[in-house]
């Protein structure tokens, strides 16, 4: 089974500190990605990598970076936090970005972060 | 543009009846994916099915039924004799060709509640 795993299921930080968020999945997959749920907006991608080092930006990037040093491990960083980051964060990796039934994106349980 | 909408924001039904959930998806791509996940109340997303666009053969399994309808472009999910556990938000989401990242459009999310 493919696992993904978060480091916080919650989290509360004060306006301006500095965030980090993890993500390990322990399948060897290349692909991993980050998402934002907010009520009545579904997900929404913020950045994604195929590859250790690599990312692209999604769809919302702004305010956030994220990090690849390790193919397990995806971080997304919310440099300084503001209130409308407010939200339930998901990570996801698949295994291949192919087009085929390897692209299938596994989720991790979620992280949801308060900024106060 | 890609877009995926589920009309239904929240449908409730007693254990037993069947429930049908809408996806209606928009996209200039002729290969492309579909996709049904659900979170449960825990907020991890599971994956449910994936489907290519040149695959219109309806599936079933167990309890859960999808009907693909290129024509209407429509992609439902139909859960026969509904039980408590079947209660989650559900997302129907597209993706394109593996040349745009396989990135997931996700609709809004229809919230289930089944109710003894």
């Known amino acids: 089974d493919v696992k993904v795993t978060q480091s916080s299921r919650y989290l509360v930080k004060r306006t301006g500190e500095k965030v980090f968020l993890e993500c390990v999945q322990d399948?060897?997959?290349?692909?991993m990605f980050w998402y934002r749920q907010d009520p009545g907006l579904g997900l929404r991608l913020i950045y994604f990598s195929y590859d250790v080092k690599m990312k692209e930006k999604g769809d919302i990037p702004e305010g956030y970076s994220v990090s690849r040093e390790k193919k397990e491990r995806f971080s997304l960083i919310l440099e300084s936090a503001s209130t409308n980051q407010t939200s339930m964060y998901l990570c996801a990796s698949s295994l291949s970005l192919a087009g085929g039934p390897l692209d299938t994106q596994y989720f991790g349980p979620g992280t949801r972060l308060t900024v106060l | 543009a890609q877009k995926v909408t589920q009309a239904q924001t929240e449908i409730s039904v007693v254990e037993k009846e069947d429930v049908t959930l809408d996806c209606v998806y928009e996209t200039r791509d002729t290969t492309y994916y579909l996709f049904w996940y659900k979170q449960p109340p825990s907020g991890e997303l599971v994956f449910l099915i994936r489907?290519?666009?040149?695959?219109?053969q309806n599936e079933i399994s167990g309890r859960y039924s999808w009907n693909f309808q290129k024509s209407t472009s429509s992609f439902n999910f139909t859960i026969t004799a509904s039980q408590v556990v079947d209660s989650a938000v559900y997302f129907c989401a597209l993706s394109g060709p593996y040349n745009q990242g396989g990135k997931l459009i996700f609709g809004q999310g229809t919230e289930l509640s089944v109710k003894p």
């Open positions: 489907r290519n666009s040149f695959d219109e």
């Open positions: 399948m060897d997959h290349e692909n």
